[in-house]
């Protein structure tokens, strides 16, 4: 250890026993055994060279050399106080900031948040929605849950779901297709994204059920390319189509009807659901609960629904 810096611990031992005018009150507050007190005492005045107080056998007080001591440390462990209180105001006080993929933008993000209200009344709160990974740094983003490979580096990420997709059309759409092999002649909507292994999702699709034949099929790119899986819905409902879309986002038009998969061909999702947090920023207390809701609600919620 550095000559110019005392330890630590026995600094903060002794501003207790100064503060509180005993060692065993000092280790009560610190939580700490009577004896530890007395150990990191004498590991100060080891380190100081002399005694910092007088001892009796009931008692200890500060001897010249303590009184002069503890006047500056005391009043740097005030400024310490200080500005730790200062900078954790601002933490409780500063919005929770949170950037969504628009797919999960839905009851499900909105009944974590109401939690936190609950639990933290008056929690300011930001939220935007966007496929892009956040900039933690110049967007000030606390918590991020993004769709992808989870390869983000400068960031602590954790996988929280895995969906499925498969082709999906209406049903009036379904009734023309006799097996997948139709779905060579249909207009199809591609997704600008492609897999990890660089195939589009209809050939990536293919490849995952186990039809060489089929996939070879969709080697030709698709004539209408869609980036938003909510636009894709609304275009299946409006022009005779096939998307391949995932069931997070289609499930409630299956539930209700108004789109169908016509072959109950589902495979895993070329990419995951990922909570993204930056590796430096420290979390508040209420954005450190959404993050734990975040992770588990997401695997009680939807598999109601999946």
């Known amino acids: 250890m550095s000559k110019t810096t005392p330890p630590l611990n026995a600094l903060k031992v002794f501003d207790a026993v100064v503060r509180l005018g005993s060692m065993s009150k000092a280790a009560a507050e610190l939580s700490i055994a009577p004896s530890s007190v007395t150990q990191h005492i004498r590991n100060l005045e080891d380190y100081m060279g002399g005694d910092l107080f007088e001892r009796s056998a009931n008692a200890v007080s500060l001897n ?10 005391l009043g740097a462990f005030d400024m310490i106080h200080q500005a730790t209180d200062a900078i954790s105001h ?28 609950r639990e933290f009344p008056g929690q300011k709160l930001r939220c ?14 606390d918590l991020a849950i993004r769709y992808g490979s989870g390869d983000y580096p400068g960031t602590t990420t954790d996988l929280i779901y895995t969906d499925m997709l498969a082709p999906v059309c209406t049903p009036q759409m379904a009734a023309k297709l006799r097996s997948p092999d139709d779905l060579e ?58 998307a391949i879309l995932e069931r997070i986002a289609v499930q409630p038009y299956l539930d209700d009807g108004s789109l169908v998969a016509p ?42 629904r999946i």
């Open 185 to 242: 002649s249909c207009l199809r909507l591609d997704s600008a994204e492609s897999a990890q292994s660089g195939l589009s999702i209809w050939r990536y699709w293919a490849h995952l059920v186990g039809a060489e034949a089929l996939e070879k099929r969709f080697v030709t790119q698709c004539p209408w390319v869609v980036q938003s899986s909510e636009f894709a819905i609304e275009i299946l409902r409006c022009v005779p189509s096939v």
């Open 128 to 141: 935007d929605f966007s496929p892009v990974l956040a900039d933690f740094a110049a967007d000030d983003v």
């Open 64 to 73: 010249a050399r303590g009184e002069a001591y503890s006047k500056s440390i």
């Open 90 to 117: 601002d933490i409780r006080e500063a919005p929770i900031r949170i950037s969504c993929v628009p797919t999960l933008a839905g009851p499900w993000l909105a009944d974590q948040l109401a939690i936190v209200e």
């Open 263 to 304: 072959f109950d061909m589902w495979t895993s999702a070329p990419y995951d659901y990922h909570l993204v947090e930056s590796g430096r920023r420290i979390l508040a207390p209420s954005a450190k609960r959404l993050k734990s809701l975040l992770k588990r609600s997401i695997h009680e919620y939807y598999p109601k």
